[in-house]
């Protein structure tokens, strides 16, 4: 078992920054690879970063690309995901994730075991 929190997330101005926070609970948080995914009112739940267990591998959407960085500290059970020169839309419900074993590298919601409660952003033009 799994439990997740995320936090972090607020009204900001376009171009500002945020770093989102994951915190997770349970002895395999460090054997899981984590994601974020955020979705927006009326639409799907969308593909932000995924980091493996070790932090040695991520990948991102080209819609974030640049912009955003995901890392994890295992010692601390966190994951964070930092959000450079944001754009009204990434506003948005973020959610983490942890998926525990199989390939680590997933982009697809479905293939994701745990979640966390969502942390919301908003970003003004």
């Known amino acids: 078992q799994v439990q997740l929190v995320a936090s972090g997330g607020e009204f900001v101005q376009a171009g500002g920054s945020l770093v989102l926070s994951c915190g997770g609970s349970g002895r395999t948080f460090g054997r899981c690879a984590m994601g974020w995914f955020r979705q927006a009112p009326g639409k799907e739940r969308e593909f932000v970063a995924v980091i493996d267990w070790s932090g040695g591998s991520r990948e991102y959407p080209d819609s974030v690309k640049g912009r955003f960085t995901i890392s994890r500290d295992n010692a601390k059970n966190t994951v964070y995901l930092q959000m450079n020169s944001l754009k009204p839309e990434d506003t948005a419900v973020y959610y983490c994730?942890?998926?525990?074993?199989?390939?680590?590298?997933?982009?697809?919601?479905?293939?994701?075991?745990?979640w966390g409660q969502g942390t919301s952003v908003t970003v003004s033009s």
């Open positions: 994730a942890a998926r525990i074993g199989g390939p680590t590298i997933v982009t697809f919601w479905g293939g994701y075991d745990y």
